[in-house]
């Protein structure tokens, strides 16, 4: 079945570092990707998505290109700050699964000032 | 334009009782999807509605019930309440099935005691 596997945090960083975080799926047919950002109480927000392969979602400095030949979904952030503190979701979905949403288990991200 | 809106946003319940949680979608979505958060982990699907008919189950008991109503809206039902349906219940709303993507609500936190 499509599953997705994403790098396990926490992570800690300073504020103007970067950031990625690993996103490795198993799909069948051509999935489509996206990363969804979850602030401390609050619901799901998508923060990017592609569609199809070599696709590059960008929003709010974060980025994410959906690599077929690697099956990765990798996010970064080149300089992020103490309010991009908050648990990152790598998701996919696919017509094989009848486009439900599969899920990472997330990965906490906090900025230290 | 109002987003995914969903009632109550905290709901505290005894062991064995039912609990109905609602969910209104974004105006002209005519698919709503249900998800359980364990704290930690990664929305489980659970149920998928579309044009008041159910499109796809997730791996969730028959205690878990859901329906859709001719303006969309969305109730999710559990009875028999377990400790372990403790979570947060998110909803999500789509134009289709298809891949259009998913905006979800703020969730409705569930507390069994």
């Known amino acids: 079945g499509n599953s997705v596997t994403q790098m396990e945090g926490p992570v800690t960083l300073s504020e103007e570092a970067f950031l990625t975080i690993n996103c490795t799926y198993t799909a069948t047919g051509y999935p489509s990707l996206f990363w969804y950002v979850q602030y401390p109480g609050e619901g799901l927000q998508l923060l990017l998505k592609?569609?199809?392969?070599?696709d590059k979602g960008s929003n709010k400095g974060f980025e994410a290109t959906y690599r077929k030949e690697t099956t990765s979904f990798h996010l970064e952030k080149g300089s992020v700050q103490v309010s991009d503190s908050a648990v990152y979701f790598c998701?996919?979905?696919?017509?094989?699964?009848?486009?439900?949403?599969?899920f990472g288990a997330g990965t906490t991200v906090t900025v230290r000032a | 334009d109002a987003g995914v809106t969903q009632s109550p946003t905290h709901l505290i319940k005894t062991r064995g009782q039912q609990v109905t949680l609602r969910c209104s979608p974004i105006?002209?979505?005519?698919?709503v999807s249900w998800y359980q958060q364990v704290l930690g982990q990664g929305p489980q699907f659970i149920f998928q509605y579309y044009e008041k008919e159910e499109r796809g189950r997730g791996n969730f008991p028959d205690r878990f019930s859901a329906r859709q109503f001719p303006n969309y809206s969305s109730e999710l039902n559990v009875n028999a309440l377990l400790l372990g349906d403790s979570a947060l219940y998110l909803c999500?709303?789509?134009?289709?099935?298809?891949?259009?993507?998913?905006?979800f609500g703020s969730g409705t936190r569930l507390t069994v005691v």
């Open positions: 105006s002209g979505h005519k698919s």
């Open positions: 998701a996919l979905s696919a017509r094989s699964n009848d486009y439900k949403l599969s």
């Open positions: 999500a709303s789509s134009l289709r099935t298809e891949n259009y993507g998913y905006t």
């Open positions: 592609a569609t199809k392969a070599d």
